[in-house]
C-alpha cells in the first residue's frame, strides 16, 4: 500500500479529504498508521523535494528504508509491542527520520574502499547529521527521537553497543558516555570546523572513527548488524550499491571480520583464523584494511528487504481519476543500479518525479 | 437573511426618502474606521489598491481564508479615508437584501436602503466577503456598479442610483475550495481587477502573529512553522492548511496562560480535521514543532 504520491481519496473524499476533514476511517486508514506517517513526512518536507511516496515494508522488515520506489516503513515495531505508544512513536520517529535523509541528505555516496565498519560508522554520522539539522528546524523532532535512545555506558562491549552509544552521544546532549570513542566523536562531530551541511564530513569522520574502533577488535558480523535504535532506516538510502570500480578498488576480506573477537575472548571452536594456525594468533601486525573483505552492502543485510527490493510490484497510475490504484495485470518491476558508477543524479521520487 | 458587520445606524430607521431627504448627519458614521487597523504589507498590494482606488477599478481579494483580506480592506479604508460596508454573503442572500425593501411600520410603508445602496448612495467602499456564496443572481445586481455607468437601478423604488464617487466595489473569494457550481460566472470576474493575497512570507507573518497575538518573536515563529508546514497537508487531508487567523488564536490563548501545544491544539490542530490519520500527523507535528 502505498500513501503520499496520491494519497488513496476516501469514499466521499473528493480527493482532497473530507470537507472540514470529515470523513471517517478509511480502510487503508489503520494499515499501521501508515496514512498518518505519510501526511507526516508530507508536512515536514513541506512540498519540498517533490512529492515522496511513502509505503508500507514487506512483513519481516524490522527497519525502515528508502530507495527508489519512496520511503518505506515497518509494518510494526514489535520490540515495542503491537499498537503501544511507544510503537506509534517509532514508526513517526521513523518517519522523521527518513524526512530528514530525504531534505537534508546528500545523495547517494561512493562506497569506495571502505570497510564495512567505516560504512557504519559513516552511516551513523550521516544519520546524526541529518537528525542534527532537522532538529534545528524542528526542535521537537529532537525530543521525538531522544525518546527511543536506550543505550548506557553500562551496555555490553560489543560493536552494535557502541554505536548505539554513538548514536545516542551524538543526538541527546545531556547523555554522559565516559568511553573513549563515544567522547572522540562526540568532540568531532560538534566541532565548529565539522561541516554539517555535506555528508563528506561524516564520510570523513566515519572513516577516521572506523581506525579507532578496529582496533579494539570489536566483534562485527556485517551479517547480523542492525542498526539501533529501531526508528532507524537501514542506510541503503545513503549508498550506492556496490560497483565494479568498488570491487576493484576495495579488496577486502570479510572473513576476518566476522572472525574477529573481542580482546581477551577465544574464538568459537573450530573457527580458529588462519593466522592463529601460522603463530600470528591476533594478526595485529597487518593492516586492518587487508585483513577485511568486501561485505555484502550494508544495507542489503536483511533479506527480507531485499527480496521486497527484488520483486517490488508498482500500483498502477490512473490519469482520469488522477490516483494511484493496485494493479489489475499483475507485473513485477526488477530495480537495479548499473554496473557502472552512475552519474551522481536522482532517480525516481529523488528527481522529483513520481515513481511507480 | 443580510449580515452586516456594524449594525445599522439607527437613524437610518426614518430615511424614507432614499436616504436623501432627511439630513441625519453622516449615515456612513458606524461604518467608518476611527484608529488604524493593523496591517502588515507582504507586497506592494497597499499601492495597488490605492491606484485602483483612485482610477475607481473595482477589486476582487483572492487569498485562502484567514490570510488578512478583510484586515486590509479595512486597513485600505481607513488609509483612503473612506467609510466600509460589509456584507457577509451567503446562499440565502436576495437581490433586496442588497439593494433594499420597503417596511411596513406604523406610519406605512417606507424605503430601507441596504447595504449596496446605503454605500452607493453615500460613497463608502462596499465589500463582500465571499461573493461566490451568493446565489448568482443576486450577483448579477452589482454588474451596472462595476462597468462605466456606476449605477444601481433600485427596481421597486423606481429609482435609477448614480453611485457616488467615492463609491468602490470590492469583493472577496476563495478560489480555493468552491466548486464549479460556486465559481464565478465570467461576466462578473472580468468586471473586477485582482489582488491576490497569499500567506505571507513565514518571517512576515510572524511579525504578525507576535503583533496580534501580544507573544514573543520565538513563539509566534514557532507557530508559524506548524502552520507552514500545515499548508504542505492542502489536497492531502486539509482543504486549507491553518490561516494566520489560527495561528493568531493560538497566541492569544499563550498569551493567557495556556501552555503553547495546548493552545496550538486547541486552536489549530483540532479545529482542522476530524479525520483521524490526519489529526494523528498533525499531532505528531505540533510535537515537532513546538
Given at each position: ?138 526542535p521537537g ?216 | ?204 507573518e510572524a511579525e504578525i502573529v507576535a503583533h496580534e497575538a501580544s507573544v514573543d518573536a520565538a513563539l509566534a515563529a514557532r507557530l508559524v512553522e506548524l502552520g507552514?508546514?500545515t ?11 491553518a490561516s494566520t487567523r489560527m495561528l493568531i488564536h493560538a497566541g492569544r490563548l499563550a498569551a493567557r496562560g495556556v501552555e503553547p501545544v495546548t493552545a496550538a491544539r486547541v486552536a489549530i490542530v483540532s479545529p ?10 498533525l499531532a505528531?507535528l505540533l510535537d515537532a514543532c513546538l
Amino acid at each position: 500500500m502505498t500513501w503520499g504520491v496520491a494519497l488513496p481519496a476516501r469514499t466521499g473524499d473528493g480527493g482532497g479529504g473530507g470537507r472540514g476533514g470529515g470523513g471517517g476511517r478509511g480502510a487503508g486508514a489503520t494499515e499501521g498508521g501508515a496514512r498518518a506517517a505519510a501526511l507526516f513526512v508530507r508536512a515536514l518536507l513541506g512540498g519540498r523535494r517533490g512529492q515522496v511516496p511513502v509505503r508500507i515494508a514487506p512483513a519481516g522488515a524490522t527497519r525502515a528504508y528508502g530507495d527508489a520506489l519512496g520511503l518505506h516503513l515497518p509494518a510494526s515495531f514489535p520490540m515495542y509491542g503491537s499498537g503501544s505508544a511507544l510503537a506509534r512513536r517509532a514508526r513517526f520517529a521513523a518517519a522523521a527520520h527518513l524526512a530528514a535523509h530525504v531534505r537534508f541528505g546528500d545523495g547517494r555516496l561512493p562506497r569506495g574502499g571502505l570497510r564495512p565498519i567505516q560504512i557504519v560508522l559513516v552511516s551513523l554520522f550521516e544519520d546524526a547529521r541529518v537528525e542534527c539539522l532537522a532538529a534545528r528546524e524542528l526542535p521537537g523532532l529532537a525530543r521525538l527521537w531522544a525518546g527511543l535512545h536506550t543505550a548506557e555506558p553500562t551496555d555490553l562491549a560489543t560493536f552494535p553497543a557502541l554505536c548505539a552509544r554513538l548514536s545516542r552521544a551524538l543526538l541527546v546532549p545531556g547523555y554522559e558516555d565516559p568511553h573513549p570513542i563515544v567522547r572522540k566523536a562526540r568532540a568531532l562531530f560538534f566541532h565548529p570546523d565539522h561541516p554539517l551541511g555535506s555528508a563528506q564530513g561524516s564520510r570523513r569522520l566515519g572513516s577516521l572513527l572506523g581506525n579507532d574502533v578496529g582496533q579494539m577488535r570489536l566483534a562485527f558480523n556485517a551479517k547480523d548488524y542492525v542498526v539501533e535504535p529501531p526508528y532507524r532506516d537501514d542506510h541503503r538510502l545513503l549508498w550506492h550499491e556496490p560497483s565494479v570500480d568498488d570491487d576493484a578498488s576495495a579488496p577486502l576480506e570479510e572473513a576476518d571480520v566476522e572472525e574477529r573477537v573481542a580482546p581477551g575472548e577465544a574464538p568459537a571452536p573450530g573457527r580458529e583464523r588462519p593466522e592463529a594456525a601460522n603463530g600470528n594468533p591476533a594478526g595485529r601486525d597487518r593492516p586492518l584494511a587487508g585483513r577485511v573483505r568486501a561485505a555484502p552492502p550494508i544495507a542489503a543485510v536483511c533479506d527480507e528487504t531485499a527480496r521486497a527490493r527484488d520483486g517490488a510490484t508498482y500500483p498502477e497510475w490512473d490519469y482520469r481519476i488522477g490516483v494511484s490504484r493496485p494493479l489489475r495485470h499483475p507485473v513485477t518491476g526488477l530495480t537495479r543500479q548499473p554496473l557502472h558508477r552512475a552519474p551522481k543524479r536522482r532517480r525516481g521520487w529523488q528527481a522529483t518525479s513520481r515513481a511507480g | 437573511m443580510t449580515r452586516v458587520v456594524a449594525a445599522a445606524p439607527a437613524s437610518l430607521a426614518g430615511d424614507d426618502d432614499g436616504g436623501g431627504g432627511v439630513d441625519v448627519g453622516d449615515p456612513l458614521l458606524p461604518y467608518r474606521i476611527a484608529a488604524e487597523p493593523y496591517y502588515r504589507a507582504a507586497g506592494e498590494e497597499i499601492a495597488l489598491f490605492a491606484t485602483a482606488y483612485a482610477a475607481r477599478v473595482p477589486i476582487m481579494l483572492k487569498g485562502p481564508t484567514g490570510c488578512g483580506k478583510t484586515r486590509f480592506l479595512e486597513h485600505m479604508a481607513w488609509r483612503l479615508g473612506r467609510a466600509l460596508v460589509t456584507l457577509a454573503c451567503h446562499e440565502d442572500l436576495t437581490a433586496s437584501d442588497l439593494v433594499g425593501r420597503y417596511l411596513l411600520d406604523a406610519a406605512g410603508t417606507r424605503w430601507q436602503d441596504g447595504p449596496l445602496t446605503l454605500a452607493a448612495r453615500h460613497g463608502a467602499i462596499c465589500y463582500l466577503d465571499e461573493v461566490v456564496e451568493a446565489r448568482q443572481d443576486t450577483s448579477v445586481v452589482i454588474h451596472p456598479l462595476t462597468d462605466a455607468r456606476r449605477i444601481l437601478p433600485l427596481e421597486k423604488k423606481g429609482e435609477l442610483l448614480t453611485a457616488h464617487p467615492d463609491f468602490l466595489l470590492v469583493v472577496s473569494y476563495n478560489p480555493g475550495y468552491q466548486n464549479v457550481m460556486k465559481d464565478l460566472k465570467a461576466s462578473t470576474r472580468q468586471r473586477f481587477g485582482a489582488l491576490e493575497l497569499g500567506y505571507p512570507p513565514a518571517q512576515v507573518e510572524a511579525e504578525i502573529v507576535a503583533h496580534e497575538a501580544s507573544v514573543d518573536a520565538a513563539l509566534a515563529a514557532r507557530l508559524v512553522e506548524l502552520g507552514v508546514r500545515t499548508r504542505a497537508l492542502k489536497g492531502h487531508g486539509l482543504d486549507e492548511g491553518a490561516s494566520t487567523r489560527m495561528l493568531i488564536h493560538a497566541g492569544r490563548l499563550a498569551a493567557r496562560g495556556v501552555e503553547p501545544v495546548t493552545a496550538a491544539r486547541v486552536a489549530i490542530v483540532s479545529p482542522l480535521t476530524d479525520d483521524p490519520d490526519v489529526g494523528e500527523a498533525l499531532a505528531a507535528l505540533l510535537d515537532a514543532c513546538l
